[in-house]
């Protein structure tokens, strides 16, 4: 019996000792399995490489002081800093909050892990917690945020070959620059400027301690949305940074009691100005510089511009002014400095949101009368003068070359009946003596000249362009009449100061642009002529086109108005500003000229007033080769004392006029005088020409 119990022993001691080698060879198995397994998934995410870093970045917009005009982001508001521009602070509560381990791990932490598993398996629910700043990263960059164990499992292998090709600081700065905080913010520069207006550097540890809690749930721990929830995250997070010696507990008692000032709504909303002009911004980056448009949306650009904050809202508050209720009334505004062609302020209509139609840089509308200027700038190239008279009265143009006959009137068929100067007749935008000059220049005059003054838009030779019947857009014409304001150089209007990519390098960088190609002397001459029109004394047969506003203006200015029955029109200038109006409706309605004739000169003055209140009332610069004479306006003779009107008139060194006026002298003295031989002599060879053209 004992025999056979020792038997029986040895056999079951032989059976465990078989069974512990089968289990310790299947155990060995696994083990070699596991590693090969292992080595096989490290060899394929070696493979696989590096993967990409790219994600969507904030780009901005910075008017003419570097100040912060509009983003662009695609919903996903984020500017990317290195981790050096962070707060220390900031770093702190993150990796105490959400990783303790982060540089001791490979990507992710098995006991947080297995931990996870156990709580989840226990309540029946999914995958969730656990994730490493790591995993976290990986989700933000390559997956959703499904709460499954499939996508945990590739959120742990994006996560081992970020770790395989990225130092634990690029992988921190990354997650610090891609996580959302909520309410548009990604990433901490985003997060700081948002809710504190601050850089990510400037935060202090009260600040970074309650924005380090946002992630875990954006709208839930948003202070915005319930102050007290946030304050009690913030309160467990300067607990966690104590402990892990991060921080002191005092120091993090003084940043619990600590009183927060956050950004005012104003702020947030003060980003968004001259949506007009962004847009132009926008185009020009794609058309003229080739910059693709993914890049412009979020690629993180900073795009330095030339507007004008002051002058932008100036432009809109007295667009909105004066237009008031008119809600089918359009209207467009470019506002260019005339030395540097830089656009300070722009305006494409009444509501950008309704129609972000840009009528400044896309409409083309007939220009009417603020067309004369370069038709007169040619007129003294070919020797007229500020004193050259035309005869003004209803006349009927005949061709004889089969064209038909061209009758243009002047506005409410007011005519001199008499002989008027060129100075009178841009004051009082007289048609007939517009259309004469240009058909004795020869047609194809204007449009040669009109070019080299910047007018790109094509014109037809026929006698009608005289009067602006050919159609252009408001910021060529504007940017034409810089010329006349800088002493005859052309100009190219500049949006873009310099674009910077998202490293800091310099993409491209625009300097202005200028090329003298007119005379000094005739645009200054025309310049003091276009002075006339807000010169009251010069009302004679009509009254000046700019006498309505001359009130509303406090320093030197010159300009030219224009109509159609389409389309009204302002283009003025001062030595610093060049600035045009253009006022109508979009579907081709005839203006109203009695009640609505006025708005594009008003919203010029306005502007032009307000928008220099705190620059100097400088005079336009008269170069050296141009004299100053006192003249008669209505005969462009030199004025006595006896002339009821006396103007200040500048001509080319030479050419000033030299007899003086007699029609104001006793009439026995002016017989005695004046023979009949001088007297028809000084019907100039000019006027018998026009009177023996027509």
């Known amino acids: 019996m004992a025999k056979l119990e020792v038997i029986i022993k040895k056999r079951r001691s032989k059976r465990k000792i078989g069974w512990f080698r089968r289990l310790f060879r299947f155990s060995l ?16 995410l070696k493979m696989e490489g590096a993967p990409l870093l790219q994600v969507s970045q904030t780009t901005r917009f910075f008017d003419a002081n570097d100040a ?37 791990h490979y990507g992710f932490d098995p006991t947080r892990i297995a931990g996870a598993v156990v709580a989840n398996v226990k309540s029946g629910g999914k995958a969730q917690g656990a994730s490493t700043i790591t995993q976290q990263y990986a989700r933000n960059l390559y997956l959703t945020h499904d709460k499954t164990w499939k996508r945990k499992f590739n959120e742990i292998l994006y996560a081992l070959r970020l770790e395989m090709y990225y130092t634990k600081d690029e992988i921190l700065e990354g997650y610090l620059n891609t996580i959302y905080y909520g309410h548009g913010a990604y990433g901490i520069e985003a997060a700081a400027q948002y809710f504190f207006n601050k850089k990510a550097s400037e935060l202090n540890l009260a600040e970074a301690s309650l924005l380090a809690g946002i992630p875990k749930g954006p709208s839930y721990y948003s202070p915005q949305n319930d102050f007290d929830r946030a304050k009690q995250r913030q309160e467990l997070i300067l607990r966690s940074m104590a402990q892990t010696g991060y921080i002191t507990p005092s120091e993090a008692e003084s940043a619990k009691n600590e009183q927060l000032k956050f950004a005012t709504i104003e702020h947030e909303k003060s980003a968004i100005i001259g949506p007009y002009f962004q847009d132009v911004v926008k185009q020009l980056l794609v058309d003229e510089y080739k910059i693709d448009e993914t890049l412009i949306e979020q690629g993180g650009l900073q795009i330095f511009t030339t507007l004008d904050r ?9 667009i909105e002014a004066e237009l008031g209720a008119k809600e089918e009334l359009q209207t467009a505004l470019v506002a260019i400095s005339p030395r540097t062609g830089d656009v300070k302020a ?22 009417g009368s603020t067309f004369k200027p370069f038709l007169y700038y040619a007129a003294l190239e070919h020797g007229f003068s500020p004193s050259s008279t035309l005869l003004s009265e209803p006349t009927t143009f005949t061709f004889d070359d089969g064209r038909p006959d061209y009758a243009p009137s002047n506005f409410n068929e007011r005519y001199a009946n008499d002989f008027v100067t060129l100075l009178q007749a841009l004051a009082f935008s007289d048609n007939i003596y517009a259309v004469k000059t240009h058909l004795f220049l020869d047609t194809e005059t204007l449009v040669e000249t009109a070019a080299r003054f910047g007018i790109q838009s094509p014109l037809e030779n026929n006698p009608s362009l005289a009067l602006g019947t050919n159609e252009v857009r408001l910021l060529e014409l504007t940017n034409s009449y810089a010329s006349f304001a800088n002493g005859g150089q052309r100009v190219e209007p500049r ?10 390098q310099v993409l491209f960088e625009r300097q202005p642009i200028a090329e003298q190609v007119l005379d000094p002397n005739l645009t200054f001459i025309m310049t003091d002529l276009m002075t006339g029109m807000f010169d009251r004394s010069l009302n004679d047969y009509a009254s000046v086109t700019g006498g309505s506003v001359a009130h509303l203006i406090n320093r030197p200015v010159a300009g030219k108005s224009g109509s159609t029955p389409y389309d009204s029109w302002m283009v003025g200038f001062t030595p610093q500003l060049v600035t045009g109006v253009w006022v109508g409706y979009d579907q081709r309605k005839q203006l109203d000229h009695r009640k609505e004739g006025q708005f594009a000169k008003r919203i010029w003055a306005q502007f032009t007033e307000h928008a220099l209140k705190d620059d100097l009332k400088l005079d336009f ?46 009439e026995e003295e002016a017989e005695a005088e004046l023979t009949e031989e001088e007297v028809h002599e000084k019907e100039k060879f000019l006027d018998r020409f026009i009177k023996w053209f027509n």
């Open 29 to 44: 198995f696994m083990i070699v399995l596991c590693m090969l397994a292992a080595v096989s998934l490290l060899t394929y």
């Open 346 to 367: 722009l305006v494409g209509g009444r509501n950008y949101m309704e129609s972000p139609f840009n009528r400044a840089t896309q409409a083309k509308r007939s220009p």
């Open 310 to 318: 002051d002058m932008q809202e100036e432009a809109e508050r007295w």
């Open 621 to 666: 610069h008269k170069p050296p080769g141009v004299t100053g004479v006192f003249i008669n306006p209505k005969n462009g003779l030199l004025a006595t004392d006896a002339c009821p009107v006396r103007r200040m008139t500048y001509f080319v060194a030479g050419t000033e006029p030299t007899e003086y006026c007699q029609d104001h002298a006793p």
């Open 68 to 104: 912060i005009i509009g983003e662009s982001h695609q919903g996903q508001n984020r500017y990317w800093i290195p981790l050096e521009e962070m707060s220390e602070d900031l770093i702190h509560a993150t990796l105490a909050i959400e990783d303790r381990k982060f540089y001791n």
């Open 495 to 504: 949006f873009i100061r310099k674009v910077i990519d998202k490293n800091g």
